[in-house]
């Protein structure tokens, strides 16, 4: 299932497809600000998107256009306003930024769809976005991925992109993807947009399946501080340029282009979890023997999610106990005495109870992690086993450091 | 509803109970780690304890008792170790330690009720634990509430009692309570105990109820960090010593001993969140204007738990985005154009858009809270309206500081 590999380009790496990441004006601090990916035919479109009940005006446009059709062939994206707690300001704002751009690219406002990370309650900067448009659309290139991917940045102290590459019948099979991530923002809300671009030639129904299964199995199990965003989204676009044949039914090339778009996406959502604010190394917890899949990524979460185990693995602590407390409080059920825990070789706990380990050597471990490098060395790998079935999940967190409190607490509204 | 006053004693507060809290030498820090609650009567008792699959053998003791008889007459308490990821050991430890006391105090072992908090996956203290107990029965005593309060404390910074006094047909009838909270112990977990005396005559299942509700609206409103412990649990024994006459029907006289029951248990439960670890302030979170009860406290626990919210306290920041956010991510629907957020008597969000307001006076809200004394002058409140119904529901919590990360991080198993 894993025969791709890594290229080059993000998300202009598919056939097709093109970027650009200007600045606008938009943030004071006179970084990139706007970004716009562009597919030079009209691609099939999926988008998952924040489940709170206070969302951006982006979120609800893109939820209408998405609802009357699956297809688009633009996504523009700003940062520096938020454009959520904006009232019908707000939305009209987002109906001009999206007819704006439409004219400029001579297509249909129906074809664009629209994010926003930044303040919220603040209206959007819109003479400078207005006349923005124009340049960024200019600057639209079949290498822009990198350009794309710096203009949605907050606070994220890296760019997050990833391109794999396929075969199918011997041709080239793309998706390249960008996100954001947990940076918080003036005033403070963890935003993570990610966008995916794909060459196949896929239906809507199949394209729609996988994207939400790969969300699930990536975005959705990714946590730093369980808050979720106004903003929050994932916007997938394929648009077939690749010239294969179009996969319209479940089947091994449907599983391999989904196998590929969901190494994309939990590439990208480690990417996230990695950057989280303060962290010094990405948490993989990974859940065996629940009674399905649903239920491993919930106690999985539930333990990349607890702060007491956030900041067990900062201490550089093997702490067991706040694993094991985390798994029993999940919502899962399961025998305490089949329950066995290892961080990374070190197995800490079995048939419920604790087992003698290296302690040193353990401690160790999580200090090797912390000083990795830019995922790879840098991951603690957590193993729980509920002994109760088949069922397997995993999910992503960071440790919880001082510069957390200090990032969340010093920046001021 | 609040004609009663506030009283000394604890848990010795009511007629009829006595109590105790001695050194035995469970704890290495030799401070008081053995701990009784004695009615001179049979009570009848009722129990509410952790959903966590992964439970002390104290808990699963408690629960078979209560399964098979309503009734108790003694709780035992040891701080030291939690007794818990313990297997057969730990239950055989736990019985003998309640046979042990029976006979001491010369009742049946079904007439004990067990509770243990401390270091999990260690094996009791068990020659300290036995050698103990006649010296606990002989320190027994009318005034012993807070004594027994201290025994139950492991890195709580003070002890948490309460006893409130009302008269039924001129005749006083109290209720006493004590608790532990959510200090850290090593290897970690946050366990609260908490544990209610009254001498009001009540039938069982009148009484039962009550603490069930009381707990709801209390103990399982406060949130320091999300985590739930393998021991957590709140023992309410009622032995009708106030000679006052049987309550057995819902009525006046039983919403007035209720609303005596919550007040003690609120009092306990806010006491927890006001000494969690690092805390500098209590945060109240009242939400109004949701579909019903449950769906106010689930909001309201969400933004009491929310680590931006706790962050943005600890760094005196009026963020009403954060409120907001959460209040939108906590599963329960509403308008967000009806959303209303007051951060004391500061309006900081009407019909979902931000208003104006004096925001150094409300930074100097947050700040004068932190330099509050204990449970007086030092509650943060966080007022949300929902707009979208009737029910109103409270939460607690405290802010996220540096001192979180640091005690929860640097105490290595």
Same mark, same amino acid.
């Given at each position: 299932? $894993?025969?791709?590999?890594?290229?080059?380009?993000?998300?202009?790496?598919?056939?097709?497809?093109?970027? @650009?990441?200007?600045?606008?004006?938009?943030?004071? =601090?006179?970084?990139?600000?706007?970004?716009?990916? %562009?597919?030079?035919?009209?691609?099939?479109?999926?988008?998952?998107?924040?489940?709170?009940?206070?969302? @951006?005006?982006?979120?609800?446009?893109?939820?209408?256009?998405?609802?009357?059709?699956? =297809?688009?062939?633009?996504?523009?994206?700003?940062?520096?306003?938020?454009? #959520?707690?904006?009232?019908?300001?707000?939305?009209?704002?987002?109906?001009? $930024?999206?007819?704006?751009?439409?004219?400029?690219?001579?297509?249909?406002?129906?074809?664009?769809?629209?994010?926003?990370?930044?303040?919220?309650?603040?209206?959007?900067?819109?003479?400078?976005?207005?006349?923005?448009?124009?340049?960024?659309?200019?600057?639209?290139?079949?290498?822009? &991925?990198?350009?794309?991917?710096?203009?949605?940045?907050? $606070?994220?102290?890296?760019?997050?992109?990833? +391109?794999?590459?396929?075969?199918?019948?011997?041709?080239?099979?793309?998706?390249?993807?960008?996100?954001?991530?947990?940076?918080?923002?003036?005033?403070?809300? #963890?935003?993570?947009?990610?966008?995916?671009?794909?060459?196949?030639?896929?239906?809507?129904?199949?394209?729609?399946?996988?994207?939400?299964?790969?969300?699930?199995?990536?975005?959705?199990?990714?946590?730093?501080?369980?808050?979720?965003?106004?903003?929050?989204?994932?916007?997938?676009?394929?648009?077939?340029?690749?010239?294969?044949?179009?996969?319209?039914?479940? &089947?091994?090339?449907?599983?391999?282009?989904?196998?590929?778009?969901?190494?994309?996406?939990?590439?990208?959502?480690?990417?996230?979890?990695?950057?989280?604010?303060?962290?010094?190394?990405?948490?993989?917890?990974?859940?065996? &023997?629940?009674?399905?899949?649903?239920?491993?990524?919930?106690? +999985?979460?539930?333990?990349?999610?607890?702060?007491?185990?956030?900041? #067990?693995?900062?201490?550089?602590?093997?702490?067991?106990?706040?694993?094991?407390?985390?798994?029993?409080?999940?919502?899962?059920?399961?025998?305490?005495?089949?329950?066995?825990?290892?961080?990374?070789?070190?197995?800490?706990?079995?048939?419920?109870?604790?087992?003698?380990?290296?302690? +040193? +050597?353990?401690?160790? %471990?999580?200090?090797?992690?912390?000083?990795?490098?830019?995922?790879?060395?840098?991951?603690?790998?957590?193993?729980?086993?509920?002994? =109760?079935?088949?069922?397997?999940?995993?999910?992503?967190?960071?440790?919880?450091? %001082?510069? %957390?409190?200090?990032?969340?607490?010093?920046?001021?509204?």
């Amino acid at each position: 299932m $894993t025969d791709y590999k890594t290229i080059s380009g993000g998300v202009t790496a598919p056939n097709g497809f093109q970027a @650009a990441g200007i600045v606008a004006g938009l943030k004071a =601090s006179h970084q990139p600000d706007l970004s716009l990916i %562009y597919s030079e035919s009209s691609a099939i479109a999926a988008g998952v998107f924040t489940t709170s009940q206070v969302r @951006a005006a982006c979120v609800d446009y893109c939820r209408q256009q998405l609802e009357k059709q699956a =297809s688009a062939q633009a996504i523009l994206c700003n940062s520096g306003q938020a454009n #959520a707690a904006t009232g019908q300001q707000g939305w009209d704002d987002a109906v001009e $930024t999206a007819q704006l751009l439409a004219q400029t690219l001579k297509i249909d406002p129906t074809s664009v769809l629209l994010a926003s990370t930044g303040v919220i309650g603040q209206r959007m900067a819109m003479p400078e976005f207005r006349a923005g448009i124009p340049p960024l659309v200019e600057a639209l290139s079949e290498t822009g &991925g990198n350009a794309a991917a710096q203009a949605i940045l907050t $606070t994220d102290l890296v760019t997050k992109t990833i +391109a794999l590459e396929t075969t199918f019948d011997d041709r080239p099979v793309r998706i390249g993807g960008m996100a954001k991530g947990s940076g918080m923002i003036h005033p403070n809300m #963890a935003t993570m947009l990610a966008f995916v671009t794909c060459d196949a030639a896929v239906s809507t129904s199949l394209w729609q399946e996988m994207v939400q299964r790969a969300a699930q199995r990536s975005f959705n199990q990714i946590t730093v501080d369980g808050d979720t965003s106004t903003n929050d989204c994932l916007l997938a676009l394929a648009n077939g340029q690749s010239r294969t044949p179009a996969i319209t039914e479940p &089947g091994e090339k449907a599983e391999k282009l989904e196998a590929m778009l969901t190494a994309v996406c939990q590439h990208l959502a480690k990417a996230i979890a990695r950057d989280g604010e303060g962290a010094t190394c990405l948490i993989e917890v990974e859940v065996t &023997g629940a009674p399905d899949e649903t239920a491993a990524q919930q106690v +999985a979460k539930t333990i990349a999610g607890s702060s007491l185990v956030k900041s #067990a693995i900062f201490g550089r602590d093997p702490n067991w106990g706040r694993i094991a407390a985390a798994a029993g409080r999940a919502g899962v059920p399961f025998e305490q005495e089949n329950l066995q825990v290892k961080l990374g070789n070190f197995l800490l706990l079995k048939d419920g109870q604790p087992v003698e380990f290296d302690r +040193a +050597a353990a401690s160790d %471990y999580l200090q090797q992690a912390a000083k990795g490098t830019y995922l790879e060395a840098d991951t603690v790998t957590i193993t729980v086993d509920l002994g =109760s079935g088949e069922g397997s999940g995993k999910a992503w967190g960071c440790d919880l450091s %001082y510069d %957390y409190v200090r990032i969340n607490a010093e920046y001021t509204t």
